[in-house]
């Protein structure tokens, strides 16, 4: 069956840095744009980053550019979230995200890995 794992959560300073990995299992991963979101606390899901299937293009949110890098390796069926100079805002719920590109109805999500970011 479909799924998807992140891992690499936990408690960081402001400052330090965390990878994200989201394993991913039961469907075709390179036919896949990944994505991952965050929910804070009392707020809403809101996209962190993507990355298109074919030509590794990027995205980034405004609060995240520059400081986090999103990637994927085909072959280990694997998408990361290098999240560096990290903020108390950035501390929240991640969660990564699978839509396929041209059938978007095709959507996956993970269970999500918490990340806390405080001194």
């Known amino acids: 069956q479909v799924q998807l794992v992140e891992s690499g959560g936990g408690l960081v300073q402001p400052g330090g840095s965390l990878t994200l990995s989201c394993a991913a299992s039961?469907?075709?991963?390179?036919?896949?744009?990944m994505s991952w979101y965050r929910q804070g606390s009392g707020k809403e899901r809101e996209l962190v980053a993507s990355?298109?299937?074919?030509?590794?293009?990027?995205h980034y949110s405004n609060s995240v550019k520059g400081r986090f890098t999103i990637s994927r390796d085909n072959a280990k069926n694997t998408a990361y979230l290098q999240m560096t100079r990290l903020k108390p805002e950035d501390t929240a719920i991640y969660f990564c995200?699978?839509?396929?590109?041209?059938?978007?109805?095709?959507?996956?999500w993970g269970q999500g890995t918490q990340v806390i970011v405080s001194s």
């Open positions: 039961g469907f075709t991963f390179g036919d896949y744009i």
């Open positions: 995200k699978a839509v396929h590109t041209y059938t978007t109805s095709r959507e996956y």
């Open positions: 990355i298109s299937s074919g030509n590794y293009n990027t």
